[in-house]
C-alpha cells in the first residue's frame, strides 16, 4: 500500500495521517497508531448531539474536521478540546430577602357580575343603608 502523508488541520505539526485510517507521530514506528480518529456519527453518539449539529461544527470550523479517503474524520484530541472549550458557568444566586414582598390587592373597578353572590351583598348593603 502506497502511503500518502496528508496534513491534519487544527492538530499538532508533528502530527501525520496515512491513508491506512492511522494516525503516526514524526519519528515514531508508522504502524503505531498514535490518535484515534472519530466520525461525526461516532462523536453524535458520544455527546448526545444529533448527526448534522456535529456535521455543522465542522462546517462553521468549531470542531477541526478533514476528510481522509473520503470520510469525514475528527482527531480524538480535536474532540476532547472542542468538548471541555465552552465550558457552562452557572449564574450567581440572588440574596434572598429578609421579608417577602407582599401584594396588594386592589379593589375590582368592575361591578359585580348580574346574579351572583357579591351583586346580592351589594344590594342589601345599599338597602341597609338607605333604611
Same mark, same amino acid.
Given at each position: ?53 456535529? $456535521? %455543522? ?6 470542531? *477541526? !474536521? ?5 470520510? &469525514?474524520?475528527?482527531? +480524538? ?25 407582599? $401584594? %396588594? ?6 361591578? *359585580? !357580575? ?5 351583586? &346580592?351583598?351589594?344590594? +342589601? ?7
Amino acid at each position: 500500500m502506497s502511503e500518502l502523508p496528508l496534513r491534519v488541520p487544527g492538530a499538532d505539526p508533528s502530527v501525520w495521517a496515512r491513508t491506512s485510517n492511522a494516525v503516526t507521530l514524526a519519528g515514531r514506528n508508522r504502524g503505531a497508531p498514535a490518535e484515534r480518529m472519530l466520525s461525526p456519527q461516532q462523536i453524535a453518539e458520544l455527546t448526545g448531539l444529533g448527526y448534522t449539529t456535529i $456535521r %455543522r461544527e465542522i462546517q462553521r470550523g468549531n470542531l *477541526p !474536521g478533514f476528510k481522509l479517503a473520503g470520510k &469525514l474524520r475528527v482527531l +480524538e484530541s480535536a474532540y476532547e478540546q472542542w468538548r471541555t472549550a465552552q465550558p457552562v458557568h452557572s449564574p450567581p444566586r440572588p440574596q434572598e430577602r429578609s421579608m417577602p414582598e407582599r $401584594r %396588594r390587592t386592589r379593589p375590582s373597578a368592575k361591578p *359585580p !357580575g348580574r346574579g351572583s353572590v357579591a351583586a &346580592l351583598e351589594e344590594i +342589601e348593603r345599599r338597602v341597609a343603608g338607605a333604611g
